[in-house]
C-alpha cells in the first residue's frame, strides 16, 4: 500500500488589469473569486488596477486570460508564494536611526552701546 501526500502551497498571483470604472474593477471580481481554489481578491496599485489573488491550485494562465476576455488587456505581473509573503509582512520595516551632531552654541560677538569688541578671544577691553 502506497500513501502519496500532496502539499499544496498557496500562491499569490497579481495580474495588471486595465479597469477604468467601478463596473470593470466589480465584474474582474466577481470573476476571480467565482474561480475553483481562489481564497482571497483584492485590488491593489496607485489607481486600483491591480488584481492580487490568493489561492491554492490556481491556474494564472487562465485567469489571466479570462480576465482578457471577460474585463480588457491583463497582464500577468507576478507569482509567489503566499507564505513568504506573510513572513516579510510580519517583519517590521529596517529604519536607521538618525545621526545627531551636537553643536554647542558659539560665543558671539558682544556689541555694546560705544562700540564693537573685535578681540579674537571675544572678551572686551571696557569691562
Not at 94 to 111: K, L, T
Amino acid at each position: 500500500m502506497e500513501i502519496t501526500v500532496v502539499i499544496l502551497l498557496q500562491q499569490r498571483i497579481v495580474i495588471r488589469v486595465e479597469m477604468t470604472c467601478d463596473k470593470c474593477r466589480s465584474k474582474a471580481m466577481a470573476l476571480v473569486a467565482a474561480t475553483g481554489g481562489v481564497d482571497s481578491v483584492s485590488l491593489a496599485g496607485d489607481a486600483k488596477d491591480q488584481v492580487v489573488v490568493v489561492g491554492d491550485n490556481v491556474d494564472s494562465v487562465k485567469l489571466t486570460s479570462a480576465l482578457r476576455k471577460k474585463v480588457g488587456p491583463a497582464q500577468l505581473v507576478q507569482v509567489a508564494d503566499a507564505a513568504k509573503k506573510k513572513e516579510e509582512e510580519k517583519k517590521p520595516p529596517i529604519v536607521a536611526a538618525p545621526e545627531y551632531q551636537w553643536c554647542y552654541p558659539q560665543p558671539a560677538n558682544v556689541v555694546y552701546e560705544y562700540g564693537h569688541c573685535s578681540r579674537p578671544d571675544n572678551t572686551c577691553s571696557i569691562m
